[in-house]
């Protein structure tokens, strides 16, 4: 009996050091640790297709900068080559140019003496230096000198719009060729220099306009600085002939009272 109790003393710590193996247990790890190995093949896959994808972007963009680059080279930079086109085209004077003579020089230059020749190719009649009996008398030059005037700024208004006209058709002419050479555009530099001369040739037609208007508020001006100026005139004249009889009656009433009649001097005829 105790041979049998001490086996099993000595034997109790042999048992313990067994290994238990699990096979259900090892097959659900084997599995799970399959998975993530796949799902993360499958990531990586996704990495290297996203990857791919965007070589394929970079290698287009590239593309098309290697064709803007071409254009460049062919047509030029469209903001700086459309600028320097149309100084050229269109001529860098035209850009600022001003039609007529200025309002200082047309009063400077008005001469009254041919504005009372002036007969307007036959519409008026010709004012010569004779009064009805058929004597000549001297006129005062200067009073004619604002008539003039406005009919140099009818002649200066005739010009400007003379040459606008002949301005404003070559414009629109070549707008209208701009704008069919714009539907055929090719490239978008072409275009960019194509809608860069159409915006110049548009700010010359409006300045084109702008002069006519200018020219026509200056003739008008003058004529309505002459009626103001005649109705001062007018204004004037009233109010020197209400002092001139002021003054007539002024003088009349001391001339009176320094006559005195008497007896002794009155002699009966």
Known sequence: MRLLILFVILTAPLCAQWIV?????????????????????????????????????????????????????????????????????LGADNLARSYGETLSAVRRLSNAIDSLRR???????????RTVLGRDFVRQEPLYRRYAAVERQADNLAAVHAETGMRGAALQADLGATLEQLRSAGTQAEVDKLNAKIAALNGQLAHVDAQRRD?????????????????????????????????????????????????TTYTRP
């Open 21 to 89: 193996n699990d096979p259900v247990n090892t097959a659900v790890n084997s599995a799970v640790q399959a998975g993530q190995v796949a799902n993360h093949i499958a990531i990586l896959k996704q990495w290297a297709e996203q990857i791919e994808k965007l070589n394929r972007q970079l290698r287009q963009l590239e593309e098309q900068l290697t064709v803007q680059q071409r254009i460049r080279d062919v047509m030029g930079d469209p903001s700086a080559a459309g600028a320097g086109m149309v100084l050229r085209g």
């Open 119 to 129: 007969t307007s190719d036959g519409i008026y009649r010709q004012l010569d230096d």
């Open 215 to 263: 020219e026509a508020d200056k003739l008008r001006a003058q004529q309505i600085l002459n009626e103001n100026q005649a109705a001062k005139e007018r204004q004037d004249f009233l109010e020197k002939q209400i002092a001139e009889e002021q003054q007539t009656l002024a003088v009349v009433g001391a001339w009176q009272q320094s006559v005195k009649v008497t007896p």
